[in-house]
């Protein structure tokens, strides 16, 4: 098999997976695993580094509810977290903000994984163009003493 | 024969009583230094004023007021609705909360200032606590105006209330003014108002 065969099917199996894990769970999603979901990024208003599916403090249990509420009467993600960004401000969400500063920290490992695979080629590059090291006569003679030549 | 005037030297190894007294007496002033400090804070928070009224940002700033409405501790119907036309401090309080407690008197300060003019009033919203112990506060506290139940946190939840003592001004036709993070004092709530309505 060809090198660059190889290298393709590497990159392929990575894209793969890549798709694979970024789609999360298939199936239907019931209405207590989408309330959960939403309420494992909304942050516990009154503790401190804790979500509200985390939290079991009144502020959070009123949100729970509230999110439970929302989801049941059929509104989307984006309704109820909008709901709850008027509300508090987009602080209330665990997840940076996809705009602004915010778009920052989305961005860097983006950017750091793409100068990582670049660095990479670079330096297999460099390691294929060097030339092979010289042996002294010295050396080859041992070599060839030693392997009965 | 020694001389009784010369210095006596301290012995280089102290008998084992000594030391012991000596290391306990060091314990006992260390353990003064910093329990004193601790005792003379823990008594200025229990009993000092309440800090500055301190408003802060909120996306509910020139928006309507939700909605405030349900029973009183009482067990009366109240609402934000009802008082239309009047400036409101909407206060989310608690017994068990001690800046609660410390800005209450400012807060009677106010209501009652305003009562004759009826420009404006407080509604109360109770916070994570039980009706009675309200109750029996203002009993012995004061405070005369509308304390509303709030069981399942629904109407904090709405005015995006993270912790107490919040208060909220609201203006007559129902708008939100300012969020007010931690205890008031009634000179500035009086000072926000006269903003408020114009003033410089």
Redesign the interface.
Known sequence: MSRRLTWALLGLVLVVALAVGSRGPSGPVTEDQRARRITSIVRCPTCRGLSVAQSDAPSAEAIRDEVRRRVGAGETDAQIKAYLVSRYSEDILLQPKTAGAGLVVWALPVVGGAAAVGGLVVVLRRRRLRPGAKVSDDDQALVDAALGR | MTDPSAPTETPDVLPPVVAGLRRSRKALWIAVAVAVPVALLVLALANGQPAATRAV????LGKPA?AAEGTTVDGTPASLAGLKGKWVVVNFFATWCVPCRQEHPELVRFSESHQAAGDATVLGVV??DNAQAVQEFRAKEGGAWSMLTDP???I????????VPESFLVSPDGLVVAKLLGGVRASDLDQLLYRAKGGQ
């Open positions: 940002k909120s996306p509910l939700p916070y994570s399942k946190g629904r904090a939840l709405d005015y995006g209330v993270a912790g």
